[in-house]
């Protein structure tokens, strides 16, 4: 079985390590003589590993611990979840108090109303339109 540019690139870390198996190595050794790409990339970790080689100063004892700190998700407060919410009803009420007005319908007698949602489309059984014009035919005919 021929061993992919992706298999290789997976384990030339463990591989300049010396964490793979003898079959393993020898694999990867076999598909690094003649694949280019994956040569290219050797040469980057190998760079990285040296560079990581010559730090000199001593990692943080702590280092580990802030670092997941730091990954975990912040507790987020009950207020924070209740402004979210507020922002999402003030934006819907909002938009739909001014789109209210973006489509004026001239009627006889001169004043502008906004165009019936019936006027475009017949909406199915329990959708939020049918539920709209329902409330629409009630405002009309109570007043």
């Not at 463990?14 to 990339?41: F, I, K, S, T």
């Not at 040469?43 to 100063?57: E, K, N, P, Q, Y």
């Not at 280092?63 to 003030?90: F, G, I, K, N, T």
Request: hydrophobic residues 40%; glycine residues 10%.
């Amino acid at each position: 079985m021929k061993t992919t540019c992706e298999q290789v690139q997976e384990r030339l870390s463990a591989w300049l390590d010396g964490e793979l198996a003898a079959e393993e190595r020898q694999e990867v050794a076999a598909h690094l003589e003649d694949c280019p790409g994956c040569q290219g990339e050797l040469a980057v970790l190998s760079r990285l590993d040296a560079a990581l080689g010559t730090l000199a100063a001593p990692l943080p004892a702590q280092l580990p611990e802030r670092v997941l700190d730091r990954l975990r998700p912040r507790r987020r407060y009950w207020w924070q979840s209740l402004a979210m919410a507020a922002s999402l009803v003030l934006g819907i009420v909002l938009g739909g108090t001014l789109a209210r007005d973006f489509y004026p319908y001239p009627t006889s007698n001169g004043n502008g109303e906004v165009l019936a949602l019936e006027e475009f489309h017949d909406f199915p059984q329990g959708s939020l339109g049918a539920v709209m014009v329902s409330y629409q035919g009630e405002e009309i005919n109570g007043s």
